[in-house]
């Protein structure tokens, strides 16, 4: 069966400090991976989206990155954090096609001080 | 591009009354359709699909939604609340091979 991981689960940072979180997926290849925010009363946000290795689709301009080295992990990143970057990150995973379901992580609670 | 709009952001319900959560969509082409559920400092999980066929589909937990094209809409129902339906539902569509969008969540909460 299929597995997610994504960690860490909390993480508390000062402003203008790096951002490095990390998604990995089990028991498939070649998934469609996902980074999306979760902020209060606002639902999911796609950030970015990634169909293959060295491939990344940026949904939303702002100072997070995302990378994809390898066929099963996929990174989001910032070299300065934000105040308006605290949130709820998910990653998820899909197979190929519109008509498959994602398979969200159990989130990073990202605090911004 | 497909939107989706959640129209309460808020249910509160008592236990075993029966609850609808609204979703409606917008989308030019075929969509499909879903609901995930998301408990508190988790991830979302999925609920229900709508891909093609019967436009009633069902969860393993009592949850139905209808796939009305002509209302553009895809609510989500149970006949009888649990305490433990507690937790945020999400409607998502997607078209194609384009990422899913999401509502902005209706918060269900079963009071005893």
């Known amino acids: 069966s299929q597995t997610i991981h994504q960690w860490p689960a909390t993480l508390v940072q000062p402003v203008g400090s790096p951002l490095s979180l990390e998604c990995t997926v089990e028991g498939t290849s070649n998934p469609n991976l996902y980074w999306y925010r979760q902020a209060a009363g606002r639902g999911l946000q796609l950030l970015f989206y990634?169909?293959?290795?060295?491939?990344i689709s940026s949904e939303v301009p702002q100072n997070l990155s995302a990378s994809r080295p390898q066929d099963r992990q996929f990174i989001l990143s910032s070299k300065k954090l934000l105040l308006s970057d605290s949130g709820f990150y998910l990653c998820?995973?899909?197979?190929?096609?519109?008509?498959?379901?994602?398979?969200f992580g159990n989130g990073t609670r990202l605090t911004v001080t | 591009a497909q939107s989706v709009t959640q129209l309460d952001s808020q249910v509160p319900v008592f236990e075993e009354a029966p609850v609808e959560l609204r979703c409606n969509y917008s989308s030019s082409v075929s969509v499909y359709l879903f609901w995930y559920v998301q408990y508190p400092n988790q991830g979302l999980q999925l609920l229900l699909k709508y891909l093609s066929g019967s436009t009633l589909v069902e969860s393993i937990n009592g949850f139905e939604a209808e796939f009305n094209k002509s209302q553009t809409s895809f609510h989500l129902r149970k006949p009888s609340v649990h305490i433990s339906d507690t937790a945020e539902y999400f409607c998502a569509v997607s078209a194609g091979n384009t990422p899913l969008v999401f509502g902005k969540g209706t918060r269900l909460s079963v009071i005893a």
């Open positions: 998820a995973w899909s197979r190929t096609g519109g008509y498959s379901p994602l398979h």
């Open positions: 990634s169909v293959g290795i060295g491939q």
